[in-house]
């Protein structure tokens, strides 16, 4: 047994509009109201943030942002800043995400600096990282995770991220109904923690929460948390639905 706490958090990416992401949120709101054992996060698209964390001021639900730009103000056309998320009720930030890799050139330099910037902001960074199909057929998995990991990392102490969140989402298992197995997902999770434990001590690796991200329903959250090394989810498609995702978020109780 450890004593992190689970952390069930739902990235919205870019779907619902301010009046959706509200009433979503509001519903979710009194589902979740007795869920004390686990902390709750949802990350609605930008516009939404603010009419959001109206909605989830005094509730157990917290507010993360999908992304930020490190710089603090500026000349940044469609950017935004760890200050202005907070400004809008947020305490955690979603960063490296497959998909901002994938399709906004995101690079683990990039990555590295938006970590910077959240924890000089006090946002907790969720940290993405994971493979994609083709990394995991020619056996580079591991590889693939420890540059991340190492550069994503890279010159932070371990009293920087203290609050740290790594969220491991394979690129396969995104939106498309192929959960890693708990096994898979387990083998993955044990090594980020040997990872962290080889960079930043024993005592850190022990309370780093370390998500798992990639098709995670109702069905199947139960068997992932079962397992010793996964702490919690970071949920895409079944975080839209109010009911859904609350049945992940109190999977103890079912
Ligand atoms: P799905 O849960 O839709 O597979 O998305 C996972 C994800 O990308 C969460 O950030």
């Known amino acids: 047994m450890n004593n992190r706490r689970p952390l069930i958090a739902g990235n919205w990416k870019m779907y619902k509009?301010?009046?959706?992401?509200?009433?979503?949120a509001r519903h979710l709101v009194k589902l979740v109201a007795d869920a004390k054992d686990v902390d709750i996060m949802i990350a609605?698209?930008?516009?939404?943030?603010?009419?959001v964390s109206e909605v989830v001021k005094g509730s157990l639900v917290s507010l993360g942002g999908q992304n930020l730009f490190w710089e603090k103000e500026g000349a940044y056309t469609?950017?935004?800043?760890?200050?202005?998320?907070?400004?809008?009720?947020?305490?955690?930030?979603?960063?490296?995400h497959s998909e901002r890799r994938q399709y906004f050139g995101e690079t683990d330099n990039?990555?590295?600096?938006?970590?910077?910037s959240a924890i000089k902001g006090q946002l907790i960074p969720v940290f993405c990282v994971g493979e994609?199909?083709?990394?995991?057929?020619?056996?580079?998995?591991?590889?693939?995770?420890?540059?991340?990991?190492?550069?994503?990392l890279e010159s932070f102490s371990?009293?920087?991220?203290?609050?740290?969140?790594?969220?491991?989402?394979?690129?396969?298992?995104?939106?498309?109904?192929?959960?890693?197995?708990?096994?898979?997902?387990?083998?993955?999770h044990q090594f980020?923690?040997?990872?962290?434990?080889?960079i930043f001590g024993d005592s850190f690796s022990k309370t780093i929460r370390i998500l798992y991200g990639g098709s995670v329903k109702?069905?199947?959250?139960?068997?992932l948390m079962a397992m010793p090394d996964i702490d919690g989810a970071l949920v895409g498609g079944a975080s839209l639905d109010a009911e859904t995702f609350s049945k992940i978020v109190l999977f103890k109780t079912k």
Not at 80 to 93: P, Q, T, W
Not at 110 to 116: D, E, F, Q, R, W
Not at 192 to 198: A, D, G, N, T, W
Not at 218 to 223: Q, T
Request: net charge negative; aromatic share 4%.
């Open 78 to 96: 469609g950017e935004i800043s760890a200050e202005m998320l907070i400004d809008a009720g947020c305490s955690h930030v979603i960063i490296g």
């Open 192 to 198: 980020l923690r040997s990872m962290l434990e080889k």
């Open 17 to 24: 509009t301010c009046s959706e992401a509200s009433e979503t």
């Open 110 to 116: 990039t990555v590295n600096k938006k970590i910077n």
């Open 158 to 188: 371990s009293d920087q991220l203290e609050k740290l969140v790594v969220a491991y989402e394979p690129v396969w298992a995104i939106g498309t109904g192929k959960t890693a197995t708990s096994d898979q997902a387990q083998e993955v």
């Open 44 to 51: 609605p698209q930008f516009t939404a943030l603010a009419p």
């Open 132 to 152: 994609t199909e083709k990394e995991r057929e020619s056996k580079d998995t591991f590889s693939v995770l420890d540059k991340q990991i190492t550069k994503g």
């Open 218 to 223: 109702p069905e199947n959250i139960a068997e």
